[in-house]
């Protein structure tokens, strides 16, 4: 039931797909280019969000002590800002609901600058979720990282009310705690250059794991189409593909799927104005030793992280 449940596109913590009707998973996988590795908290300021309203990022930890948290900010200011960041206990993930301060410290964010302001708090915590928040202020954005890390979670407040929200904004903590120390475990296990590699889409994992990417990114600056490849090692019959990429927004616009024929490549699907992040594609049955993913219309930070192969009973 747990690799249904993969299938179907849930999330099970830390169990990759071993599916053996998959037959991706046996597949050497290789591409047209592949992204070199990039840090995993960049996004370059290409998406940050106004401090226009309170805004917070929770976080998990397990030290004893919070002595510092930082966060990245974006000043459009010609003056220096004075800014304060409130830290608060949270009884579980995503919520939000205390109104105890346990510390609050101030720092001064530069005129016209993008990045790290680091607060000082050193307070004496327990284990547990935590959360820290900025107050509405004009000429303030805070960044959000590009893969959110594990057991994190943001909110703004609006009007008097706190809403949790997808992704995550920017921030360290000091000593490293929870979320922060898996992913620095995340990046003992994998070889940076492996990042965006191609063997990443039948790793057995869809999606971001710890900050991990687990994607294939074609290289930047390479012209579309951009192509990854399963090479079967044999002739082998399917009629379905599932393809997930990295998120709705790090997905892929236009792409078609092709088998090889003669000198040449048969598209068997395609699809275009995708704007979903998980696509099951049915066609008629092809027999073939290998298949592409062809990506024709992306973004530059577009991601595919897992691709399925199946042959199935019509119907299903």
């Known amino acids: 039931m747990q690799q249904q449940l993969l299938k179907d596109g849930c999330y099970i913590i830390d169990l990759p797909n071993s599916d053996p009707n998959d037959l991706a998973l046996g597949a050497k996988v290789t591409a047209s280019s592949f992204a070199p590795p990039a840090p995993l908290s960049a996004r370059g300021g290409r998406k940050s969000h106004r401090l226009d309203c309170d805004r917070a990022v929770m976080f998990r930890v397990t030290q004893p002590q919070i002595r510092t948290v930082a966060v990245c900010l974006d000043s459009t200011s010609p003056s220096q800002i004075p800014v ?37 708090f050193g307070v004496s915590v327990k284990p547990g979720y935590y959360y820290v928040f900025l107050p509405k202020t004009p000429g303030l954005s805070w960044l959000l990282f590009d893969v959110a890390p594990p057991e994190t979670s943001r909110a703004y407040r609006s009007p008097g009310v706190w809403t949790a929200m997808p992704d995550c904004y920017q921030f360290r903590v000091d000593p490293p705690s929870g979320s922060e120390a898996a992913i620095a475990q995340r990046r003992r296990e994998n070889p940076p250059e492996t990042m965006f590699a191609p063997g990443n889409v039948v790793n057995g994992y869809a999606r971001a794991i710890r900050g991990w990417p687990n994607s294939w990114r074609p290289e930047p600056g390479k012209k579309l189409p951009q192509w990854v490849e399963l090479d079967f090692g044999r002739d082998v019959a399917f009629n379905c593909v599932h393809v997930s990429f990295q998120s709705r927004e790090l997905g892929a616009d236009a792409f078609r799927l092709e088998i090889p024929r003669g000198d040449g490549w048969q598209t068997v699907a395609q699809a275009s104005d995708n704007r979903q992040r998980r696509r099951v594609i049915r066609f008629p049955a092809a027999t073939a030793p290998r298949l592409r993913l062809v990506i024709t219309g992306a973004k530059p930070e577009m991601g595919v992280c897992e691709i399925r192969v199946y042959h199935e009973p019509q119907g299903r």
Do not use: H
């Open 84 to 120: 304060r960041l409130s830290l608060r206990g949270a009884a579980e993930l995503a919520d939000f609901r205390s109104t105890k301060d346990l510390a609050v410290a101030k720092a001064i964010v530069p005129a016209k600058t993008k990045g790290w302001v680091e607060f000082s």
